[in-house]
Nanobody, 127 residues
Framework: QVQLLESGGGLVQAGGSLRLSCAAS????????MGWFRQAPGKEREFVAA????????VYADSVKGRFTISRDNAKNTVYLQMNSLKSEDTANYYC????????????????????WGQGTQVTVSS
């Protein structure tokens, strides 16, 4: 079993940047893909980005492509989400999650592909 702990959320003005971190413990971090999701009040949880176990492959939601970058440091058991050019619609609670497989693809967008979740970190973008 893997435990995940997000950090780095906060309040930022539109156009600003934040970097989220997710520290993993338990199951060997370098053997599975990781993802970021977000959930705004009154909305369903939605896919943001995912990265393969080596970090060589990644996928993004269209709404964040070109603005957000997912990365990982397997030596530190940590996955990151660099968020630039933030918009008010990016306001949400952001969750990291661990997949049950090492690679990423279209399935990485599905919540059912993930078997461990963090508690979330709040990102608020003011306009």
């Amino acid at each position: 079993q893997v435990q995940l702990l997000e950090s780095g959320g906060g309040l930022v003005q539109a156009g600003g940047s934040l970097r989220l971190s997710c520290a993993a413990s338990g199951r060997t971090f370098s053997t599975y893909a990781m993802g970021w999701f977000r959930q705004a009040p009154g909305k369903e949880r939605e896919f943001v980005a995912a990265i393969s176990w080596t970090g060589a492959s990644s996928v993004y939601a269209d709404s964040v492509k070109g603005r957000f970058t997912i990365s990982r440091d397997n030596a530190k058991n940590t996955v990151y989400l660099q968020m630039n050019s933030l918009k008010s619609e990016d306001t949400a609670n952001y969750y990291c999650a661990a997949q049950s497989r090492p690679g990423v693809g279209s399935n990485s967008r599905r919540i059912s592909e993930y078997n461990a979740w963090g508690q979330g970190t709040q990102v608020t973008v003011s306009s």
